[in-house]
């Protein structure tokens, strides 16, 4: 059964970073596109960043483009997402996702940014 499980959120201060891991398992990592979504809360989930299975292109929605970075070690069968210069509008719960099979969700990985 696939599986992916994020970690690393936590709260964070306004203009902190933070890196997200997604750790990848019973599938062919290295074969598959990547991506991070994010909730905020009473929001719709949304695209964030996208990542091509050997890790050549990367695509980013405007308002992360410039502070966020999506990469992924094939290697060790996981997904980042370096998050840089944070604001309160970044508050969501962090999701990564594999189009792998109809598509699988991560449980999610919270991040909050509050002074």
């Known amino acids: 059964q696939v599986q992916l499980v994020e970690s690393g959120g936590c709260l964070v201060q306004p203009g902190g970073s933070l890196r997200l891991s997604c750790a990848a398992s019973f599938f062919t990592f290295t074969t598959s596109a990547m991506r991070w979504y994010r909730q905020a809360p009473g929001k719709e989930r949304a695209l964030v960043a996208s990542?091509?299975?050997?890790?050549?292109?990367?695509t980013y929605a405007d308002s992360v483009k410039g502070r966020f970075t999506i990469s992924r070690d094939n290697a060790k069968n996981t997904l980042y997402l370096q998050l840089n210069s944070l604001t309160p509008e970044d508050t969501a719960v962090y999701y990564c996702y594999t189009p792998v099979g109809m598509g699988v969700w991560g449980q999610g990985t919270l991040v909050t940014v509050s002074s």
């Open positions: 990542i091509t299975s050997a890790g050549g292109t990367t």
